[in-house]
Structure formats: C-alpha cells, structure tokens
C-alpha cells in the first residue's frame, strides 16, 4: 500500500500490547493514544495534569491508564519510572512537547524547552529501556531544521535567548537521541527499535499556546490556511509505530516538503544526521540527567 493512502484505519492489532504516550491530553498525543486503544492496545497516557488526562482518557474507547509525568521535573521522571514496576512496554511514544515558549527553567534548571523536549524524555527513555521491548518512537520537528547543538550552552546561559532558535534546538536534539539510541541498541545486539516521526504542518495547541500574543494570532492564521489535521499529523507517528520498518527510519508527510500529505521515509538536515554529535549530546544528556544507557542492555 502506497503511504499516501495509509490510515489509521490500516493499524494492525495491539491487542495484548501496552504502549506508553506522552503528552496526551491533546492534540498529537490524544490522536494517536486513541488510535492505538482502538486498535487493541492498553494505552498509559503519560501526563503533567492527571485530572485532564482523565477527561481524555473518559473520550478514548479502549484500554486506557493515567499516570502522572511531568517532563519538566526529573523528579517526577524517576517516580513515573520507578512506579511502573516490571511490566513490559511494547511501544514508548515521546510525544509530548513545548514550543516557542518564552525563556524559563525547569525543575532541575534546565532551559525549558530542551528541557522538556529533549532532556526529560531521554531520561525517561534510558530508565525504561529494561521493560520496551519493540520500539520507542520519538517526536521530533520539520523545525530541526531550525537548529542547531551548542554543547557548550545547551542551556542558553550564555547565548541570548531565542524562542524559535531553542525550540529548534529542542527538536534537533530529539532526532539525534533517536540516531543514536538506535546505534547503542543495535551495538548491544536488543530487539528494540528506535524511530522518529514528524507531523508536517498540524493544527494543534502547540501553535497557539506560545505566552506572546502576536506569536500566538500568527499561529492561528497558520493553523486555518496552511496546517494539516492533526489527525493527519499523527499518521507518521503511528505508521512508525506499527509498520515494520528499520531501526532509525524518520517518518514524516509526503508532500509540500514534508508539511502535508501521507507518512514517508523523510529528510533530515546535515546536524541531524551526525553520528559523532549524536554521540557528544548523548554523552552531554547524561551528564545533565545523571541517566545513562540502560545497564540491563550492556
């Protein structure tokens, strides 16, 4: 079947399977929750607010749990993991996500928006590692293309802060966690894939929820005359959660370079596609998380 022509109504069973989504409250998240309930799957909505992770849950037909994560806090990272127990998970999706936020910190004082994007679900990736066993799907962002890695402040200490450029940043990061999670997976020989998938253009909250007016009126503009569903935005994330497709493949929309259309192998940028600083960022992450590869995988 052509990926043009593949939807969500073309998911095979996941029945019996648990799968893990994060941020799934809204937009991306709740889509592609649903999707995988409806297809058989028992679906953990990983969420900052558990009372409107119910109200979504309450929507979805299926298997659901709420259980509370806010990436944001490494704290509640290791409690969300510790938690879990030994269940296994088939399928880790690192959806949830910031964008074009003004300048702030996290918890562990982080830059909010690689904080959140990026260091919070490597950390929640690595300490799950021992219970996946098929493929963690990360999130990423036409925007990568926006970015680029400063190793020396990723935090933006000593920069002066942009918005667009930290969220790219964010977003570069979550392609090259993907690239080389794939690589120590497959150094150590473990069944799991790692994948990576972008929505194109999609309508969601991310556009409109950036605390400046104009930035937030420009994205609803954007949002009624050129965005895609979000429901169609979701695609390549399920099709990267289901198909049988290589260890480190990028999913994205098929048309209008990459903005709209159905799910298909897609481009990334130069950065993105650096395997020594995928390596130099992992080793940066860990430094900054105090998390590194899972020991149970070598």
Request: aromatic share 6%.
């Amino acid at each position: 079947m052509p990926h043009s022509s593949w939807t969500a109504a073309n998911l095979p069973s996941f029945t019996g399977r648990t799968a893990v989504v994060t941020g799934a409250t809204s937009g991306l998240g709740l889509i592609t929750a649903r999707h995988l309930a409806g297809a058989g799957a028992t679906v953990v909505l990983a969420v900052r607010d558990t009372d409107r992770g119910r109200q979504a849950a309450a929507g979805i037909a299926g298997e659901t749990d709420v259980r509370a994560l806010d990436l944001a806090d490494l704290a509640s990272v290791r409690r969300f993991t510790e938690d879990w127990g030994d269940s296994p998970i088939d399928l880790l999706v690192n959806n949830a996500g910031i964008m074009h936020v003004p300048e702030g910190r996290t918890a562990d004082g982080f830059e909010t928006q690689i904080g959140v994007n990026h260091l919070g679900h490597f950390a929640l990736t690595n300490l799950l590692l021992p219970r996946i066993t098929d493929r963690v799907v990360t999130v990423a962002s036409l925007a990568h293309r926006m970015g680029t890695i400063d190793l020396e402040d990723l935090n933006w200490r000593r920069r002066r802060y942009d918005r667009v450029r930290a969220y790219g940043q964010s977003k570069l990061a979550n392609l090259l966690f993907s690239l080389d999670l794939e690589r120590r997976l497959r150094k150590v020989g473990s069944p799991v894939r790692s994948l990576s998938a972008h929505p194109g253009y999609a309508s969601t909250n991310l556009q409109t929820r950036t605390a400046n007016p104009i930035g937030d009126l420009l994205g609803r503009i954007g949002n009624a005359t050129i965005a895609q569903s979000a429901e169609a935005g979701a695609l390549p994330t399920l099709y990267a959660a289901s198909q049988d497709l290589p260890g480190g493949s990028f999913l994205g929309p098929d048309r209008m370079l990459g903005a709209r259309g159905g799910p298909a192998l897609a481009g990334r940028s130069a950065e993105a596609s650096d395997p020594d600083l995928a390596r130099r960022l992992w080793e940066a992450s860990a430094e900054l998380t105090g998390v590194g590869f899972s020991a149970g995988l070598g």
